[in-house]
């Protein structure tokens, strides 16, 4: 399965990276560049391996899904650029290369960030998404809510107020508005787009969050015990900046418990569907195992 897993993510990560450089708009030089810069950095694209994946669930493939998980990736490329600005986590490398405020500036990060999010809507509601225009519209509501105000952006809100006094209910309230919401939305997206039923959306959504829980706390334990270089940003950032984690919350073996029971919390939503939902499951155990 491991093997199977890693073939199809690459050959989604090749898809959406073709899909984003086919649908990036024409724009002034400077603008352009900067959003092929943020866009097309290398990444894992595990957001958009999950629309992928879980529309294959129903059945359902092609450009139309790989444009919605392209949108999901802009999405997620844009709040990239705009966290590493110096007035929120101020970073200056991400993905093994110089942040785009430091490769370019910041006004044209800033703007680079606000274009990427506007040609995510521009792509879900496109024609060539979906024939039913319903399914589009669905698309985009969900996608505003979990990438908005009730989402990640209001995750990051309360991320950059929070401190160090947060406690683990805190902790974890931010965290599943700040990274679990767009995987959220990425389980749910390839519902919608695969027509599945009300119940089988549901068990997707719950994926999708347990899901986020695993990488946000196998970020944190990356941010505490990993190399910078081999995660491609620099690491001890959240001790540095008194961030409230399950890490610091809990400790080193705390939190690789809180990462194991989310795992086990994903898989277990996908046991309905059976073997057919096994690279989903070996998604969640791949997000795991990257600080085993």
Same mark, same amino acid.
């Given at each position: 399965? +491991?093997?199977?897993?890693a073939?199809?993510l690459?050959?989604a990560q090749?898809?959406?990276?073709a899909?984003l450089?086919?649908?990036l708009?024409?724009? @002034? ?12 950095? @290398?990444g894992k694209?595990l ?5 992928i994946?879980t529309a294959r669930? =129903?059945g ?8 919605v998980?392209a949108?999901?990736?802009c &999405?997620?490329?844009?709040s990239?650029v705009?966290?590493?600005? @110096? ?8 993905? $093994?290369? @110089?942040?785009?405020h430091?490769?370019f500036?910041?006004a044209?990060? &800033?703007?680079?960030?606000?274009a ?5 809507f521009? &792509?879900? #509601?496109?024609k060539f #998404?979906?024939?039913?225009p319903a399914?589009?519209?669905?698309i985009a509501?969900?996608?505003?809510? =979990?990438?908005?105000?009730?989402g990640?952006?209001?995750g990051?809100t309360?991320?950059?107020a929070? $401190?160090a006094d947060m406690?683990?209910?805190a902790?974890?309230?931010m965290? +599943? ?9 990425a389980?749910? +997206?390839?519902?919608i787009?695969g027509?599945?039923s ?5 068990r997707l959504a719950?994926y999708?969050? /347990? ?9 944190d334990?990356?941010?505490?015990t990993g190399?910078?270089?081999?995660a491609?940003?620099? #690491?001890?950032?959240d001790? /540095? ?7 610091k919350?809990? $400790?080193?073996d $705390?939190?690789?418990?809180a990462l194991a ?11 309905p569907?059976?073997?057919?939902? /096994?690279?989903l499951?070996?998604t969640?155990?791949?997000? /795991?195992?990257?600080?085993?």
């Amino acid at each position: 399965m +491991a093997d199977e897993f890693a073939g199809r993510l690459k050959t989604a990560q090749e898809t959406v990276v073709a899909t984003l450089a086919a649908l990036l708009p024409e724009a @002034p030089a400077r603008l352009a560049e900067a959003m092929r810069y943020a866009v097309l950095a @290398p990444g894992k694209r595990l957001r958009p391996f999950v629309v992928i994946e879980t529309a294959r669930l =129903f059945g359902k493939e092609g450009a139309g899904v790989a444009r919605v998980a392209a949108a999901v990736e802009c &999405i997620h490329c844009y709040s990239l650029v705009h966290d590493d600005l @110096p007035a929120m986590d101020d970073d200056d490398v991400r993905r $093994g290369q @110089p942040t785009v405020h430091k490769a370019f500036d910041e006004a044209t990060a &800033i703007l680079a960030g606000d274009a990427l999010l506007t040609l995510a809507f521009a &792509i879900v #509601t496109g024609k060539f #998404t979906d024939d039913d225009p319903a399914v589009r519209c669905t698309i985009a509501d969900a996608l505003a809510h =979990f990438a908005g105000a009730g989402g990640m952006v209001g995750g990051q809100t309360l991320d950059m107020a929070g $401190g160090a006094d947060m406690n683990e209910m805190a902790v974890r309230a931010m965290q +599943a508005m700040k990274t679990g919401a767009l995987f959220r939305f990425a389980a749910e +997206a390839g519902a919608i787009l695969g027509r599945a039923s009300a119940a089988d959306r549901a068990r997707l959504a719950r994926y999708g969050e /347990a899901l986020g829980v695993a990488f946000q706390v196998a970020d944190d334990l990356i941010d505490a015990t990993g190399d910078a270089a081999a995660a491609g940003k620099a #690491t001890a950032k959240d001790a /540095a900046k008194g961030k409230a984690t399950l890490v610091k919350l809990r $400790g080193v073996d $705390g939190a690789r418990a809180a990462l194991a029971q989310a795992l086990d919390e994903a898989v277990a939503a996908l046991e309905p569907f059976g073997a057919r939902a /096994a690279v989903l499951a070996e998604t969640a155990r791949f997000v /795991a195992a990257q600080v085993s």
